[in-house]
């Protein structure tokens, strides 16, 4: 039974900080696309960013490029998403979601791609 939990999320001033953290069970994360996607009212889910850590590959939408982070801790196969300097658009219903290696190394990577999901975590920047 693949399980994955995100926690970390939060309200926070613009400029501010924020990790958000995907803990994955019955899944391994490292071996296995996992990406980080939001979607904020009446937008579309997006991409944020997608990580195969076996090869050390990201990926990152371009606004938020430079500001956002993905990692992985092995250990605990958790996924983590720092993000930096964050802005008032990037409020949003945050979800990880976790997918077969191949999806990591397509030129658009899309929800529909992914398998699992979280249940997702609110970011509120203002």
């Known amino acids: 039974h693949v399980q994955l939990v995100e926690s970390g999320g939060g309200s926070v001033q613009a400029g501010g900080s924020l990790r958000l953290s995907c803990a994955a069970s019955?899944?391994?994360?490292?071996?296995?696309?996992m990406g980080w996607f939001r979607q904020a009212p009446g937008k579309e889910r997006e991409i944020v960013a997608a990580?195969?850590?076996?090869?050390?590959?990201?990926h990152y939408v371009d606004s938020v490029k430079g500001r956002f982070t993905i990692s992985q801790d092995n250990v605990n196969n958790t996924v983590y998403l720092q993000m930096n300097s964050l802005k008032p658009e990037d409020t949003a219903v945050y979800y990880c979601?976790?997918?077969?290696?191949?999806?990591?190394?397509?030129?658009?990577?899309?929800?529909?791609?992914?398998?699992?999901w979280g249940q997702g975590t609110q970011v509120t920047v203002s």
């Open positions: 979601a976790a997918a077969p290696t191949a999806v990591c190394f397509v030129h658009s990577i899309l929800p529909g791609d992914f398998d699992y």
């Open positions: 019955g899944y391994t994360s490292t071996t296995n696309c």
């Open positions: 990580t195969y850590a076996a090869l050390n590959r990201t």
